[in-house]
């Protein structure tokens, strides 16, 4: 059956009634989505909303009119089914080349609607302008499911990830396209969207470059690391297999401050530091991995190339473990084990059966 003003005014009247549910699911992607961001030393934002009720019924009002999704509004479950973003995240990231990074994060985080429950992300990128984003319906886990969280089983949370500059021009090119009321773009106005969509490929490789000259600039400091992205920038020069050394880096930089170890020279001196190290790190990381990674690519498997071969050097000291137990009490972090104390167990558990 098409929408009817009774349909939407009983879907808007339960809906008002679960808005907290989708702001505190909104809420929370956000916050692990931040966290994403921050562990593995991406540079971005992020922001969420639960849709606001009265944009929710004009939308559904315009639908009704034009006729819509009109075959699959049969109740108000089915008005639920077809609007996927009554909780929404934005992950907006510095430069276009950390999209595809935040995406497969997102993916090995959260679960999805797929048969496998698994997620699958829908590029939306245009071929006729220059609107980039890429969307992923997600919902928690069931290790998320506790306290507080009981009620968000299942609900759905669209994530929209893209560039920094790629939001400005799809906000724009989606207001001035898709919500004018004064009739279509005329084609200057075209023309000038077109300039600000290259003006956006062309800032974001300005911002690539000036990136990469902040850390040029950050490799000769020899002072205290100012934050992740310092540390990322001056401590992957000393291991050069790790080609994706920002990769879970967040909470090895948390470890590293709370141990003292806050600049370069003082972490090659809490390692013994010689020629041999980063070679020893990479095969230790290695020799783990075999051991206990999964058939899956999960948030707990090993890998060599990214931070992790810093990572086993550091918990493979038994003194620096038991600072680090007083530090993260049990292990644990908000929701999930606290990923580094766990590499600490899984090494020790190796180291005792060589």
């Known amino acids: 059956m098409p929408l009817t003003t009774a349909l939407i005014d009983a879907f808007i009247k339960r809906y008002k009634r679960e808005y907290d549910l989708y702001a505190k699911l909104a809420s929370f992607v956000a916050g692990e989505c931040q966290q994403l961001l921050q562990e593995h030393a991406i540079r971005g934002s ?3 909303r639960p849709k606001a009720a009265d944009r929710l019924k004009k939308k559904l009002l315009d639908q009704m009119r034009n006729g819509e999704n009109a075959a699959e509004y049969t109740d108000v479950d089915s008005v639920y089914r077809v609007l996927k973003d009554l909780a929404g ?53 069931e290790e998320d499911l506790e306290g507080n969280n009981e009620n968000l089983e299942d609900a759905r949370c669209e994530i929209q990830v893209c560039s920094l500059l790629a939001h400005v021009y799809n906000e724009i090119e989606h207001d001035l396209r898709y919500k004018t009321l004064s009739g279509e773009l005329e084609k200057h106005e075209n023309g000038l ?15 690539t470059e000036t990136l990469d000259a902040v850390k040029g600039r950050q490799q000769k400091n020899t002072a205290a690391f100012e934050d992740v992205h310092d540390f990322v920038s001056r401590t992957r020069q000393l291991f050069p297999q790790a080609t994706d050394f920002g ?24 390692l013994k530091w010689d020629d041999n190290t980063p070679q020893r790190g990479f095969e230790l990381a290695k020799k783990l991995a075999a051991k206990v990674n999964g058939p899956q690519d999960t948030y707990m498997n090993i890998y060599p190339t990214t931070s992790d071969l810093l990572l086993v050097l550091l918990v493979e000291d038994e003194e620096r473990v038991n600072k680090l137990n007083e530090f993260y009490p049990k292990g644990y972090g908000k929701g999930r084990p606290r990923r580094l104390m766990v590499v600490a167990r899984q090494l020790a558990e190796l180291e005792d059966k060589k």
């Open 89 to 141: 995240v934005r992950v907006t990231t510095y430069v276009e080349s950390d999209r595809q990074k935040v995406v497969d994060l997102i993916v090995k985080r959260f679960g999805g609607f797929e048969s496998d429950g698994s997620i699958k992300p829908d590029i939306k990128d245009s071929k006729t302008n220059y609107y980039r984003a890429t969307h992923c319906l997600v919902k928690v886990t």
């Open 247 to 270: 990769a879970y880096a967040g909470q090895l930089f948390d470890a590293c401050m709370k141990l003292g170890i806050d600049n370069v020279d003082k972490l090659k001196e809490a």
């Open 46 to 48: 992020v922001q969420w």
């Open 193 to 207: 969207l077109n300039i600000l969509g290259k003006l956006t490929e062309t800032g974001d490789t300005v911002i």
